[in-house]
């Protein structure tokens, strides 16, 4: 029967309108472009480029941009609630070790792999800066994370290959590492951590066996259990192994190059056991591996093997670095654009003077870690040149922002959360997302304590102190800076590095991160206030020179923590930070703290 009367009460599974966006008041900002939404990018970049090399990527840029905030985003999204799977047979019971990747994270890799081309881009002909690999890097992080780490290990692959690999390896591997055809290129992973050796490299297990092949050469096959295999169906991992007869210890290390496939097409001895159930990440297979034989091509010399791989570390730690940049600005981003557009209690959130300084204490970090990254991406290129003091600063900057910038990003993502409130702690948005990722920088190549040490081991036994300092001291010097502010930096970089030398020549461990967070406080304040000194010679502005002096109040000097803030003179000065705005020399020089 269908002539049931209508009633006033709607049915149980009615769809209701939703309220308007007005009143729905909850702001979304899929579809904002991240890179023309971050006013700080271009003008900074273009700094370090110059017109020329910034011109003839700008257009990708604002592309990449646009896409990231819907596009990739939403691509991201979906690959994230859908993590990779591991199959071990077909239905007849063919052993096959294949993973299945969710479609839209196969899309992602299109995008990273094959359009943007950040895993070959440094490795083909008349390759750009690296900065400006980094730089898309920067904003493609802000969609997605998890696909950065397979992408950084190919580049990092790629480049101990072409550094230690023998002639026949690299002709043999190089053309489809540096490839952008995805139906053929390779991509690269890293198999070094075990069980008992996570950190103390020193006690890796993993055993590689010389034995004579079938045509009389030498085979190195490897035998083991790798712990923790990020990308684990790479088609080329660099592994850490021990021959048979070489000595205990890191002096006892060799690395070897493991194909997935071996040149006649037969499938390595390797087997993938299960894939991990991770925190973050979860769009990136992460597996466990057995090595049960598997043939691998020896990298370089028996002994030297972890200082090889040591320059793959540093690279994946930069890459670390600028990801964690970049998981702060979209947190930024978010937050910004929550508390432009929320109303609360009758005025919209940025009006708030104690909202203004939660997104202050958000944008310092972020804006510290994107100054570093570039700089260091800067003296990378003078050191793959030839430069041995900026070889050396990349030494020490290197594990310098893979331990503070990482640290920070948990922080800020979590921060950026709580503006958006409680609708931030649902997965539907990306809060929940940024917050897991955030977490895994300040583990991986490296926890925090271990990279503390590795900033003082370099500058004690590698005297890469000494070479940051020189560069510092000549960047504030040449900048052009008003004396008073040149005068503060190179007093507070001077003391944060005499505090470090003190604890390396002591061995104070347990004050390492104290001394590492203070150059690190020092030195992006430095870099940031000759930032703005450049910047500003094509616009007057001196938000970087601001940044650069609260940074110093309230990083490197001291305070009374039962004092409470007087109302705040500056106001007006903050407000623009806030809104980042451009900002007069003058306006920069109020918040210059007392000598």
Same mark, same amino acid.
């Given at each position: 029967?269908?002539?049931?009367?209508?009633?006033?009460?709607?049915?149980?599974?009615?769809?209701?309108?939703?309220?308007?966006?007005?009143?729905?008041?909850?702001?979304?900002?899929?579809?904002?472009?991240?890179?023309?939404? #971050? +006013?700080?990018?271009? +003008?900074?970049?273009?700094? /370090?480029?110059?017109?020329?090399?910034?011109?003839?990527?700008?257009?990708?840029?604002?592309?990449?941009?646009?896409?990231?905030?819907?596009?990739?985003?939403?691509?991201?999204?979906?690959?994230?609630?859908?993590?990779?799977?591991?199959?071990?047979?077909?239905?007849?019971?063919?052993?096959?070790?294949?993973?299945?990747?969710?479609?839209?994270?196969?899309?992602?890799?299109?995008?990273?792999?094959?359009?943007?081309?950040?895993?070959?881009?440094?490795?083909?002909?008349?390759?750009?800066?690296?900065?400006?690999?980094?730089?898309?890097? /920067?904003?493609?992080?802000?969609?997605?994370?998890?696909?950065?780490?397979?992408?950084?290990?190919?580049?990092?692959?790629?480049?101990?290959?072409?550094?230690?690999?023998?002639?026949?390896?690299?002709?043999?591997?190089?053309?489809?590492?540096?490839?952008?055809?995805?139906?053929?290129? /390779?991509?690269?992973?890293?198999?070094?951590?075990?069980?008992?050796?996570?950190?103390?490299?020193?006690?890796?297990?993993?055993?590689?066996?010389?034995?004579?092949?079938?045509?009389?050469?030498?085979?190195?096959?490897?035998?083991?259990?790798?712990?923790?295999?990020?990308?684990?169906?790479?088609?080329?991992?660099?592994?850490?192994?021990?021959?048979?007869?070489?000595?205990?210890?890191?002096?006892?290390?060799?690395?070897?190059?493991?194909?997935?496939?071996?040149? #006649?097409?037969?499938?390595?001895?390797?087997?993938?056991?299960?894939?991990?159930?991770?925190?973050?990440?979860?769009?990136?297979?992460?597996?466990?591996?057995?090595?049960?034989?598997?043939?691998?091509?020896?990298?370089?010399?028996?002994?030297?093997?972890?200082?090889?791989?040591?320059?793959?570390?540093?690279?994946?730690?930069?890459?670390?670095?600028?990801?964690?940049?970049?998981?702060?600005?979209?947190?930024?981003?978010?937050?910004?654009?929550?508390?432009?557009?929320?109303?609360?209690?009758?005025?919209?959130?940025?009006?708030?003077?104690?909202?203004?300084?939660?997104?202050?204490?958000?944008?310092?970090?972020?804006?510290?870690?994107?100054?570093?990254?570039?700089?260091?991406?800067?003296?990378?290129?003078?050191?793959?040149?030839?430069?041995?003091?900026?070889?050396?600063?990349?030494?020490?900057?290197?594990?310098?922002?893979?331990?503070?910038?990482?640290?920070?990003?948990?922080?800020?993502?979590?921060?950026?959360?709580?503006?958006?409130?409680?609708?931030?702690?649902?997965?539907?948005?990306?809060?929940?997302?940024?917050?897991?990722?955030?977490?895994?920088?300040?583990?991986?190549?490296?926890?925090?304590?271990?990279?503390?040490?590795?900033?003082?081991?370099?500058?004690?036994?590698?005297?890469?102190?000494?070479?940051?300092? %020189?560069?510092?001291?000549?960047?504030?010097?040449?900048?052009?800076?008003?004396?008073?502010?040149?005068?503060?930096?190179?007093?507070?970089?001077?003391?944060?590095?005499?505090?470090?030398?003190?604890?390396?020549?002591?061995?104070?461990?347990?004050?390492?991160?104290?001394?590492?967070?203070?150059?690190?406080?020092?030195?992006?304040?430095?870099?940031?206030?000759?930032?703005?000194?450049?910047?500003?010679?094509?616009?007057?502005?001196?938000?970087?020179?601001?940044?650069?002096?609260?940074?110093?109040?309230?990083?490197?000097?001291?305070?009374?923590?039962?004092?409470?803030?007087?109302?705040?003179?500056?106001?007006?000065?903050?407000?623009?930070?806030?809104?980042?705005?451009?900002?007069?020399?003058? %306006?920069?020089? %109020?918040?210059? +703290?007392?000598?």
């Amino acid at each position: 029967m269908n002539d049931r009367p209508a009633f006033a009460t709607p049915a149980r599974n009615a769809t209701y309108a939703s309220p308007a966006s007005g009143a729905a008041n909850i702001p979304d900002s899929r579809g904002i472009n991240f890179y023309t939404s #971050d +006013p700080g990018f271009a +003008p900074l970049l273009r700094s /370090y480029l110059g017109d020329a090399a910034f011109r003839a990527i700008e257009t990708q840029l604002v592309s990449l941009g646009q896409r990231a905030s819907d596009e990739l985003d939403t691509l991201a999204l979906a690959a994230d609630k859908h993590p990779p799977t591991l199959e071990q047979r077909t239905r007849s019971g063919e052993a096959i070790q294949r993973i299945d990747k969710h479609p839209d994270y196969v899309a992602l890799e299109r995008v990273a792999y094959a359009e943007l081309g950040l895993a070959a881009m440094s490795h083909r002909a008349n390759a750009p800066a690296p900065l400006v690999k980094y730089a898309l890097t /920067y904003l493609f992080v802000q969609a997605e994370f998890g696909l950065c780490c397979p992408v950084s290990m190919t580049d990092s692959l790629t480049r101990t290959l072409r550094r230690f690999g023998s002639p026949e390896l690299i002709a043999r591997y190089l053309p489809m590492l540096a490839s952008q055809d995805f139906d053929t290129l /390779y991509q690269g992973a890293m198999f070094m951590t075990e069980q008992a050796a996570g950190s103390d490299v020193a006690r890796i297990a993993t055993r590689a066996t010389r034995e004579r092949g079938a045509n009389g050469e030498d085979v190195w096959r490897l035998y083991g259990d790798k712990w923790f295999c990020s990308n684990a169906d790479a088609d080329l991992a660099m592994v850490l192994a021990r021959p048979d007869d070489a000595p205990p210890g890191i002096k006892g290390l060799a690395l070897f190059l493991l194909p997935k496939k071996l040149p #006649d097409g037969t499938r390595n001895s390797y087997r993938i056991v299960r894939l991990k159930d991770k925190l973050g990440s979860r769009s990136m297979a992460s597996g466990e591996i057995v090595l049960e034989g598997a043939q691998a091509w020896l990298i370089g010399e028996v002994g030297r093997g972890f200082h090889q791989m040591a320059d793959m570390i540093n690279m994946s730690r930069l890459s670390n670095g600028v990801r964690a940049a970049g998981l702060m600005r979209r947190a930024v981003t978010e937050a910004l654009h929550v508390a432009r557009n929320r109303e609360a209690f009758g005025r919209k959130l940025i009006d708030m003077p104690l909202m203004q300084r939660q997104l202050l204490k958000m944008m310092l970090p972020a804006e510290q870690a994107r100054s570093m990254f570039m700089r260091i991406a800067t003296l990378l290129a003078r050191a793959d040149h030839g430069d041995e003091r900026a070889a050396k600063c990349v030494r020490i900057l290197t594990p310098l922002i893979k331990f503070r910038a990482c640290r920070d990003a948990r922080r800020v993502t979590g921060d950026a959360m709580e503006v958006r409130g409680g609708v931030g702690y649902i997965e539907e948005w990306s809060d929940p997302r940024l917050v897991r990722d955030a977490h895994l920088g300040s583990i991986w190549e490296g926890t925090s304590n271990i990279v503390a040490l590795d900033v003082a081991r370099a500058a004690k036994r590698e005297g890469a102190l000494e070479a940051l300092t %020189q560069y510092v001291h000549e960047a504030l010097t040449e900048s052009g800076l008003h004396a008073t502010s040149a005068a503060l930096l190179r007093r507070m970089f001077d003391r944060s590095g005499a505090a470090l030398m003190s604890v390396a020549e002591c061995g104070r461990d347990e004050s390492v991160r104290q001394a590492a967070s203070a150059l690190y406080h020092a030195t992006t304040a430095a870099f940031m206030a000759c930032e703005a000194a450049q910047v500003s010679r094509s616009a007057a502005d001196y938000r970087r020179l601001a940044l650069a002096h609260l940074l110093v109040r309230h990083k490197l000097l001291p305070r009374d923590p039962l004092a409470l803030d007087e109302r705040d003179e500056n106001a007006t000065t903050l407000r623009a930070l806030v809104e980042e705005h451009v900002l007069p020399l003058d %306006q920069a020089m %109020q918040l210059m +703290p007392a000598q």
